[in-house]
């Protein structure tokens, strides 16, 4: 019988810190930018009120769709760590998981977020929403991820 080494890659490594990276921009940075008012990333997932201008309040629900993409990008960083040395076929796996992550991610602006928002005071003029700089960066690092998860499934053969 031969003996596998569970190591841990420079590559699983990397994946585990990009994807604290994600999972930390996602809530400290704005998801969406409304007539360039910026709306945080706490705000769109937990709710709150911002202000668009003196006579119009936007007000944010708690979002349960973007709350589980958020917990579901730890999720995987955290299981392609700890299940994929010991299972090569894991990092197929969390490439797939990673991929739908993105592009849900870089879908969070449009219907998403507006199924969430109760319009306070007046018109919101809500047409002018811009995707923020959270999504962005969790959805490139989630593709990064995607591909370590395959460099590595490719490395692991060859060891």
């Not at 990333?41 to 309040?57: A, D, H, P, Q, R």
């Not at 990092?91 to 199924?115: C, D, E, N, P």
Request: hydrophobic share 55%.
């Amino acid at each position: 019988m031969v003996k596998q080494s569970n190591k841990k890659s420079i590559f699983v490594m990397l994946t585990l810190i990009l994807t604290i990276i994600s999972f930390l921009v996602l809530v400290l940075t704005p998801t969406i930018f409304i007539r360039s008012t910026p709306v945080w990333g706490w705000t769109t997932i937990f709710g709150g009120k911002v202000s668009l201008s003196n006579t119009n309040l936007l007000e944010f629900n708690f979002n349960w769709t973007i709350y589980i993409i958020w917990l579901l990008i730890l999720i995987a960083g955290i299981s392609t760590y700890c299940i994929g040395p010991k299972s090569r076929g894991y990092y197929i796996f969390s490439a797939i998981v990673q991929i739908l992550l993105a592009i849900f991610i870089f879908t969070i602006g449009s219907s998403w977020l507006k199924t969430s928002w109760i319009v306070g005071q007046g018109p919101a003029n809500l047409e002018r929403m811009v995707l923020g700089v959270g999504p962005w960066v969790s959805g490139i690092l989630a593709v990064i991820n995607a591909l370590l998860s395959i460099v590595e499934f490719r490395v692991v053969k060859l060891r």
